[in-house]
T-cell receptor, first 110, second 117 residues
Framework: QKEVEQDPGPLSVPEGAIVSLNCTYS??????FMWYRQYSRKGPELLMY????GNKEDGRFTAQVDKSSKYISLFIRDSQPSDSATYLC??????????FGKGTRLSVIA | GAGVSQSPRYKVAKRGQDVALRCDPI?????LFWYQQALGQGPEFLTY????????KSGLPSDRFFAERPEGSVSTLKIQRTQQEDSAVYLC???????????????FGPGTRLTVL
């Protein structure tokens, strides 16, 4: 079993839909949780960063962390075709490298 | 430069050849990471530098992989006697401070796509 599990999709939604992306993890020592967006043939770029449990909102994006369930989510409201990309969850224990999920490929159809 | 740059962007090698991949981190960034991303997978950690010191190389898949950062800025990932299973995108990331600190964002380069024939 991998430390971080993420459904690879693909996920296809109509423009304006609410998108929910999720990851589960097995290592309870993870404290820092991130969501990266990766466009085709580009490097990952950081979208959201959360420390420990709780919610964080930034514009159309909301990240949630539930450490008791070892479950993190990213919600995208009013999705746009420009949101079409692969979304990677990532986490770390602190002074350690990032552990990534497999990534979920999202397509937002106009 | 404004971001992390990597060269070459694409590399085709014949099996058995040696390759060298370069990473130019953001100026002043202390930490530098190499990741390997296979097709359809998330990036997987290879090695980590703090300035010129290689503090973690636990992710390097074999002794054919070697990385250096001699002056604490530019880094090179070298793969000797390449094999087909080495085909992947190699990503470099840098961060301002110590790895994993609060809000210590890792900024990624565009990657080098290596194809071994």
């Amino acid at each position: 079993q991998k430390e971080v599990e993420q459904d690879p999709g693909p996920l296809s939604v109509p423009e304006g839909a609410i998108v929910s992306l999720n990851c589960t993890y097995s290592n309870s020592a993870f404290q820092y949780f991130m969501w990266y967006r990766q466009y085709s043939r580009k490097g990952p770029e950081l979208l959201m960063y959360t420390y420990s449990s709780g919610n964080k909102e930034d514009g159309r994006f909301t990240a949630q962390v539930d450490k008791s369930s070892k479950y993190i989510s990213l919600f995208i409201r009013d999705s746009q075709p420009s949101d079409s990309a692969t979304y990677l969850c990532a986490m770390s224990r602190g002074n350690t490298p990032l552990v990534f999920g497999k990534g979920t490929r999202l397509s937002v159809i106009a | 430069g404004a971001g992390v740059s990597q060269s070459p962007r694409y590399k085709v090698a014949k099996r058995g050849q040696d390759v060298a991949l370069r990473c130019d981190p953001i100026s002043g960034h202390v930490s530098l990471f190499w990741y390997q991303q296979a097709l359809g997978q998330g990036p997987e950690f290879l090695t980590y530098f703090q300035n010129e010191a290689q503090l973690d190389k636990s992710g390097l898949p074999s002794d054919r992989f070697f990385a250096e950062r001699p002056e604490g800025s530019v880094s090179t990932l070298k793969i000797q006697r390449t094999q087909q299973e080495d085909s992947a995108v190699y990503l470099c990331a840098s961060s301002l401070g110590l790895a994993g600190g609060p809000a210590d964002t890792q900024y990624f380069g565009p990657g080098t796509r290596l194809t071994v024939l």
